[in-house]
């Protein structure tokens, strides 16, 4: 277990030149996306959930090891149409050994809904990581009901489950935020807890570059 840092998004023509090469096709971004960085988190899937081949296509370029995070649609996180979450399940399964976590977002005004939270975990499949991102504060100290499943918080860093999410969206990050992200990961990593960390997206390629330097920083990339 690893860290694997990325950006939310991948597909933004106003990063080439800068981190895709000029000429680069936008056909062919994911795949030198993915030759750069271990892994990235899928947000279009919040607004419309692809057919399965979608995300066959998604996955068939990028190199073994790479992981894919998926942003649940809205119509399940925000919307509560929980019945659908199976069908969401099925369909990220065609991304393979690719998929990572889910990201189950909810409204930032959302206030604490356990049966919501329970109906979440009983319509997502209990074999698939997922990390709840919980703005609201009536949510503090929700982690107990998620104990038992591969379940988390977002940016909570204490948990008893294999892995952490982490969305950093307060750029920019200095050379010295990231050393201090490095540091404070670097006691996960060494427990073999996988770390899975994602800026969030700018006009400019930050968050690549972010990405890639917090790697760096952490010896998961010489």
Not at 100 to 116: E, S, T, Y
Request: aromatic share 12%; glycine share 8%; charged share 25%.
């Amino acid at each position: 277990m690893s860290l694997l840092a990325g950006a939310s998004g991948f597909s933004f023509e106003s990063w080439r030149p800068g981190f895709y090469p000029a000429g680069t096709r936008s056909a062919d971004f994911l795949a030198f996306y993915s030759r750069q960085l271990p892994t990235v988190e899928l947000n279009s899937t919040f607004y419309r959930l692809p057919q399965a081949p979608q995300f066959e296509r998604w996955a068939a370029p990028v190199p073994d090891g790479f992981r894919f995070a998926v942003k649940a649609p809205r119509r399940i996180s925000v919307w509560g149409r929980l019945e659908e979450a199976p069908e969401f399940c099925a369909r990220v399964r065609a991304l393979g050994d690719r998929l990572g976590p889910l990201l189950v977002r909810l409204h930032d005004d959302r206030k604490r809904d356990d049966g919501l939270l329970r109906g979440l975990l009983e319509g997502l499949d209990e074999d698939l990581w997922v990390a709840f991102d919980l703005r609201h504060p009536s949510w503090d100290g929700v982690e107990a009901l998620l104990e038992g499943r591969a379940a988390v918080r977002v940016n909570q860093m204490e948990s008893a489950a294999p892995f952490r999410y982490l969305r950093l969206r307060e750029p920019p990050y200095d050379d010295v935020a990231l050393r201090g992200w490095a540091q404070r990961l670097a006691p996960l990593l060494g427990e073999g807890i996988a770390v899975h960390c994602y800026f969030r997206h700018e006009a400019e390629p930050t968050a690549p570059a972010y990405a890639q330097r917090l790697l760096e920083l952490t010896g998961e990339r010489a």
